[in-house]
């Protein structure tokens, strides 16, 4: 069974600090990995990742992904309240193209 | 330019009916999802659609019957609603460029 174990699962910190989610995975045949932002009720996609060592970046959110040791990191620097959300990460099984995802992280930014 | 749409956005019903959700994509993709939200935000996959074809069928009861017409539309009709199917019920669809969600219908039985 495809299992994906984000940590931590709840994270509190102050505007400006940068903070890196982590997302550990096991899956029998491994398409992708993404991460997404759930506020209120839809989550957000921010990054697929199918390549080890290649960061993807998107403003202060960056991604990293490494295959062999079967995890991702999201970082996130400079954080302002509009952060605040639970972050999702979830990995796609190319034998059934569907995702698993984790429990998430919640990440509350205080001012 | 909506890429998946759900509806309604919220439903709420009594015990014993029988509801519908509706679920399209206008991107193309080939596979559809539904997913159950938790009260703590964790998703569960509860059925997966890939042209047309049902290729997931989680453990879920069976008063949950899913309904591909075509590519582009995967519909869930629950019977007999009962206290514990209130969630918020998310359709998504994907292809080789990702995952996309809708934005999710909030169920409430009453």
């Known amino acids: 069974e495809d299992k994906v174990v984000q940590s931590p699962l709840s994270l509190v910190v102050h505007e400006g600090d940068t903070v890196t989610l982590n997302c550990s995975y096991e899956v029998t045949n491994f398409r992708s990995l993404l991460w997404y932002k759930q506020e209120k009720k839809a989550p957000t996609f921010l990054f697929m990742l199918?390549?080890?060592?290649i960061e993807k970046k998107s403003g202060r959110l960056s991604s990293i992904l490494d295959k062999k040791e079967l995890f991702s990191i999201l970082n996130i620097t400079a954080t302002q309240t509009g952060d605040s959300a639970v972050y999702l990460c979830?990995?796609?099984?190319?034998?059934?193209?569907?995702?698993?995802f984790g429990k998430g992280t919640m990440l509350l930014v205080s001012p | 330019d909506t890429a998946v749409s759900q509806t309604p956005k919220y439903l709420v019903t009594q015990m014993g009916n029988d509801k519908s959700i509706k679920c399209e994509q206008n991107l193309g993709h080939d596979t559809m999802y539904w997913y159950k939200q938790d009260s703590k935000k964790f998703l569960k996959i509860m059925f997966s659609?890939?042209?047309?074809?049902?290729?997931i069928n989680e453990t879920v009861p069976n008063r949950f019957s899913p309904k591909s017409p075509d590519k582009a539309h995967l519909n869930l009709h629950i019977n007999s609603l009962e206290l514990g199917d209130s969630a918020v019920y998310f359709c998504?669809?994907?292809?080789?460029?990702?995952?996309?969600f809708g934005q999710g219908t909030r169920l409430t039985v009453v």
């Open positions: 979830a990995v796609e099984n190319s034998g059934y193209s569907t995702l698993t």
């Open positions: 659609y890939n042209n047309k074809e049902l290729i």
């Open positions: 199918t390549s080890s060592g």
């Open positions: 998504a669809s994907s292809h080789a460029a990702g995952a996309f």
